[in-house]
């Protein structure tokens, strides 16, 4: 789902930086991007948000160490290979395509940021790559050319780009993502990658994008599934005049949660075999945590996710769900809407017009369920998929 | 899937029970029980594991209420209907049936327990409900009719009765179970009932049941989906000579846990939509606890189970949902097998004949995924199905 509403031109981008996307040969199809160069004209401030999965790949091993950082200079994304489960050698993949973006870009290795996405257990198909990187170097531009290449390069089973492009004051902000779901062997992943040329202190940087991720990135679920290379990354150039201070830091941290949130829904949004986009809203838990527990816990159950498929205003599930999400909460407090029709009060379901629901869930792309508690102030948004057949078909199919 | 090394004969009843089940019009098939009647000719130790549901059904919330105890005289179940989220009527009818059992069957109200799994939401037809407990108090007996026909009025979606007959010393056990998945509106639930004939302390009964539920009907999985009714009861009459004392707790507590495993596994391989049973081992944990984690997490991920059903050994995506278990392990040390195959070891995929290990997944309805770490001696085994295309359809469509 592109953020039509302010789709980046290229006097959009942020300024201090280029980029572009080209074909190396990490997918067999030479009509689609795969390799992706972002590069700062001066040292850039990077803030980083990574997978805990224990077998987190050598991608993210390395970035961790490097971020958050006042330098750096470039981001080189591949995808159709995540360099995920490849030990040593993939460690050592790693570091090579950040020496080969250094030695052909003029800078330090170690400024030099690295991601990628695709198969897991195999290894990178190192040559490709490296003539990929003089390939990206040399088309780096600022165009909007460049912009949507750049984008694209970074998607594996994604049905479209996700970008997302905001103002504030005399900076503005870009970010590109990818993520439809974990599809084997095309273990796909969630990265997103945030361009701002804002003047911003790294631990500031850090800080922000932590709050930003917390409340969109770790709110969106297709299937539940963390992958080995989940990234997040936060680059400010500088190149502007406008500063995060602390007096201004609240606004800026608004704005890139502002951004990230766009990002997060477009993941779901295109989930693999999807009919319906869901937002799960909850209020009135005790905390913020157990309010996204409760989200969570609906996100996760396939019965909720096929009633919503076959139209169904299952309340049943639904509630059963919060039931069981292990967070206290009084059970008569809870109040149920589908599509803001009230299903289910005081410990029992009202006297709703299933049909007309139904038909509102059938004939809309997306569904609100809203719940609500009497426990205080916690609240939590979630996006999720409904769960179809073609999910399934799509996750079944034998590889070979 | 009947325990059929063991198919229970009338002589198998433990000693000092009758039971029958009839058709009493809760549900609209003639053809099937849906009321079904135990009687203990004294008083029984009775122990109960429930739901931790919030919205747990009235005879839950009365039943929970009365176990541990020593003066249990009669349990009577219905299916079709699970009278939960039916507020202070569904308390009122649970009572009810409590009380013309107790009329009908010359017993006090507080000795009997009750049970109902299938609609929620919906009022019990209580007139045919008291019709139906006569009619069932009157068909009362020992044989195998008696037996079956009580085993199939508890069930819901299954499509089999789950029964488990074990011999102890002079005594004996009789286990019945349903399940096959929660299915809307048809809300199923999990429900165990385990009669034998031992002499028990109600404390020691209560102990031994919670160990072995957790370890059996805790650790199954269809769609991760804890009902509001799910119950496993054990009723002891005591009427063998047999004792659970402190030298033979262990013993008589290792019989129970292998009826309710024998229970427990059933479920799954009824499962809805299911075309293979999975059985994910875990050794080699920091804890049992984290054993656990580790199986529920793959057992809980749609991927896993859709590449299972496609029958892909995927070993990305199991060891993946490892890595996201959030349990703290050494990841060099993981190694998976499926059905025997070493998969994965030291970080990286082994060189396995994919299609052989394929051809054994497709071939057999029992699939088996053992996974080992190096942390100590945690272990845990877990019970799961497939995820198939039909079971999406089985819950998508809609319900009228």
Not at 69 to 75: H, P
Not at 79 to 90: I, L, V, Y
Not at 259 to 265: P, S
């Amino acid at each position: 789902m592109t953020d039509t509403a302010s789709t980046p031109k290229a006097d959009h981008l942020p300024s201090g930086f280029s980029l572009a996307g080209v074909h190396c040969g990490v997918k067999k199809n030479p009509a689609k991007e795969d390799l992706t160069l972002v590069l700062s004209d001066r040292p850039a401030t990077a803030a980083g948000m990574y997978t805990k999965n224990k077998f987190a790949a050598a991608p993210v091993l390395l970035d961790r160490n490097r971020t958050p950082s006042a330098g750096i200079r470039a981001v080189v994304i591949n995808s159709g290979n995540a360099n995920a489960c490849t030990g040593q050698r993939g460690i050592k993949d790693a570091n090579a395509m950040c020496s080969d973006v250094a030695a052909t870009c003029g800078v330090e290795p170690e400024s030099v940021l690295v991601l990628s996405t695709g198969v897991i257990g195999s290894f990178l198909p190192m040559e490709r790559i490296r003539s990929g990187i003089k390939a990206v170097a040399n088309a780096l531009g600022k165009d909007d050319d460049a912009i949507h290449s750049a984008a694209r390069g970074i998607l594996t089973t994604d049905s479209c780009t996700k970008i997302v492009h905001r103002v504030w004051r005399e900076a503005s902000l870009f970010g590109m993502a990818k993520g439809a779901a974990m599809i084997g062997p095309k273990m796909a992943t969630m990265l997103g990658i945030i361009l701002t040329d804002v003047r911003i202190h790294p631990t500031t940087a850090q800080r922000l994008l932590a709050a930003a991720v917390e409340e969109s990135f770790h709110c969106i679920h297709v299937d539940g599934h963390t992958s080995t290379n989940d990234t997040v990354l936060l680059v400010a150039s500088g190149a502007s005049v406008a500063t995060v201070t602390a007096e201004t830091e609240a606004a800026f941290g608004e704005l890139l949660s502002d951004a990230c949130n766009a990002l997060a829904r477009s993941i779901p949004a295109d989930g693999e075999g999807a009919t319906h986009l869901i937002t799960i809203n909850i209020r009135g838990c005790h905390t913020c945590d157990d309010a996204r527990q409760i989200a969570h816990t609906i996100a996760n159950s396939p019965l909720v996710k096929t009633a919503i498929a076959g139209a169904d205003p299952n309340w049943g599930r639904i509630v059963s769900a919060a039931g069981y999400a292990d967070v206290p909460f009084d059970p008569a407090g809870l109040e149920l809407r589908i599509n803001g029709h009230l299903l289910f009060a005081a410990l029992r379901p009202t006297d709703f017009a299933e049909s007309e629901i139904s038909a509102s869930i059938r004939s809309e792309k997306e569904v609100t369920i809203d719940l609500s508690f009497t426990e205080g102030n916690g609240n939590a948004r979630f996006w999720t998929t409904d769960l179809t057949s073609e999910y399934v078909r799509l996750n079944a199919d034998y590889r070979t």
